[in-house]
């Protein structure tokens, strides 16, 4: 028996998987053997999502049969409906999808009704996830109602429902790759907790709502709007180098900067710098990238830490107008690919999860009747 505790399980393999492959040392990242690379700058995130439920890259005919399911099962339970339009404005928009989800398990029509962990309850889950959002925003926004618009893409239906226009060619695409790119990422700290819920034989909707409260977190999903924070208070170019140097010199931790895994960049931010540039020289406002790539300069020579997947992928989607606090909401709209395909293989090859800890607490103590503590 082991007694060494690594806080936070760092470098504990807790498990094998054939879902994706993080070299951590070299920057790369593969899903189902595909280099992410090559998945960014040639697939869909639909044909992504096939390759993390089923293990291979779909035929034409499995591809437009599974484009077609998803867009089929956009439609919310009217109870949840109701639900969502009862949730207060200023709701923080994770809770709103994390409520949501859960209360999807409870409102789903029967023939959706959560049964046994299945590829048909991922899909539905990532079908219906941007139509959440869609409702929560709208409402708030003060938009039309969602139209489920069936013969549009993933990515085109939730530019759609945060914006309620068509994306340009460019923008869809751009939100395509940043959702091949959130797709799945081995053992982080949501899709963990989506493996641990699982591996008790709960049921999916439970483990994609234990997931969703974790990603949640400034230091996991939460991370991209916290980085337009910082953007917001330094403001311009020249004064970027004092406020990181002050934050760093308060020992504050600079959003969007370091990783668990990676030792170098995060291939997903070499991508997504890309993007911001290409999405800002397309609008004409380089101002997020110009301050972007300042502070990537400073933390870089200051800390020697590298940017990671949430550092430029918040520019990309205020650029195209997504108010701030959606952008995890955007992230989860991705990563449910990889949870359920997490989960699914959690079902096959069963273990529950269970580390232990060093008690570290006292001992021996002798029970003393209330009336007579100190
Ligand atoms: C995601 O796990 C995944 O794969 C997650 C993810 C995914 O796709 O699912 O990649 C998505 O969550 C990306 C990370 C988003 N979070 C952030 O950007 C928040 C800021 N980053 C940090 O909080 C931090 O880098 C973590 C949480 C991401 C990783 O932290 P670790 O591995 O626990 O590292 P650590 O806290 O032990 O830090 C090691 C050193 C420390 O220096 P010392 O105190 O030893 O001198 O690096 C420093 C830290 O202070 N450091 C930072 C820093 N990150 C680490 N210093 C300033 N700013 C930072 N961002």
Redesign the pocket.
């Known amino acids: 028996m082991p007694d060494v505790v690594q806080r936070?399980l760092?470098d504990v393999v807790a498990l094998e998987s054939k879902i994706c492959f993080?070299d951590g040392h070299k920057g790369r990242l593969i899903y189902r053997g595909y280099d992410i690379r090559e998945l960014a700058e040639h697939s869909t995130f639909e044909e992504t999502a096939y390759l993390l439920w089923y293990g291979r890259l779909p035929t034409g005919p499995q591809l437009a049969d599974l484009t077609h399911r998803l867009a089929a099962l956009r439609t919310l339970p009217p109870r949840v409906v109701e639900l969502v339009d009862r949730m207060p404005a200023d709701s923080n928009p994770m809770d709103v999808l994390r409520t949501a989800v859960s209360a999807l398990a409870i409102f789903e029509p029967g023939e959706l009704r959560p049964g046994p962990s299945s590829i048909g309850g991922a899909q539905r889950l990532t079908a219906v996830l941007p139509t959440i959002l869609g409702q929560f925003h709208r409402r708030r926004a003060g938009l039309p109602p969602l139209e489920p618009k069936p013969s549009w893409s993933h990515a085109a239906y939730l530019l759609y429902a945060l914006l309620d226009r068509e994306g340009s060619a460019l923008e869809t695409r751009a939100i395509d790759v940043a959702l091949i790119l959130?797709a799945d990422?081995?053992l982080?700290?949501?899709?963990f907790a989506a493996r641990v819920t699982a591996s008790t034989l709960s049921d999916l909707y439970s483990a994609v709502t234990s997931a969703v409260g974790t990603l949640k977190g400034?230091?996991?999903?939460g991370?991209n709007e916290?980085?337009m924070r910082l953007l917001a208070e330094i403001d311009s170019v020249d004064r970027v180098e004092t406020v990181i140097k002050s934050k760093?010199a308060a020992?504050?931790?600079?959003?969007?900067?370091?990783?668990?895994?990676y030792k170098v960049e995060?291939p997903?931010a070499t991508i997504l710098r890309e993007w911001s540039r290409k999405i800002g020289e397309a609008k004409h406002d380089l101002h997020y990238f110009e301050l972007l790539r300042k502070v990537e300069e400073i933390?870089h020579r200051e800390?020697g830490?590298y940017p990671?997947?949430?550092?430029y992928s918040g520019s990309i989607y205020a650029l195209l107008g997504i108010p701030h606090d959606l952008f995890t909401p955007i992230f989860a709209s991705s990563?449910i690919a990889g949870w359920t395909a997490h989960v699914l293989e959690e079902y096959d090859d069963l273990r529950l999860i269970r580390p232990t800890a060093r008690y570290v607490g006292s001992t021996d103590l002798s029970y003393v009747d209330v009336g007579r503590r100190p």
């Open positions: 936070g760092e993080i959130h990422h081995e982080n700290a949501s899709t400034p230091l996991h999903g991370a916290q980085v760093l020992h504050e931790r600079i959003m969007g900067f370091g990783h668990r895994v995060d997903r933390v800390k830490l990671n997947v949430d550092f990563r």
